[in-house]
């Protein structure tokens, strides 16, 4: 059974930094594109980053690039999301999902980040 289990929400200030984890389960980490999925209240999904199923080819939307780093550990079986410089409107639900040719066919139960002063 395929799982990912998000964990690193919390609450932080404007400026703060957080960085968030994916553990994966039930199948072969290393041969899938991770991806990671915001959504913020009374939003529809937003997509964040996506990294290569080697760790070798990293991509952004604008709205975080240059403070958002998405990272992973195959011998681990986990992808991150370090965010950095973070903004009230990085406030969402954060998901990690599973990339299977152009589709996002699994996703885990998400982690909470609130960026408030």
């Known amino acids: 059974e395929v799982q990912l289990v998000e964990s690193g929400g919390g609450m932080v200030q404007p400026g703060g930094s957080l960085r968030l984890s994916c553990a994966a389960s039930?199948?072969?980490?290393?041969?899938?594109?991770m991806t990671w999925v915001r959504q913020a209240p009374g939003k529809g999904p937003e997509w964040v980053s996506t990294?290569?199923?080697?760790?070798?080819?990293?991509y952004y939307a604008d709205s975080v690039k240059g403070r958002f780093t998405i990272s992973r550990d195959n011998t681990k079986n986990t992808t991150y999301l370090q965010m950095n410089s973070l903004k009230p409107e990085d406030t969402a639900q954060y998901y990690c999902?599973?990339?299977?040719?152009?589709?996002?066919?699994?996703w885990g139960k998400g982690t909470l980040v609130t960026v408030s002063s």
């Open positions: 999902a599973r990339r299977t040719g152009s589709y996002l066919e699994y």
């Open positions: 039930g199948f072969t980490f290393s041969s899938y594109d």
């Open positions: 990294i290569n199923f080697g760790g070798g080819s990293t």
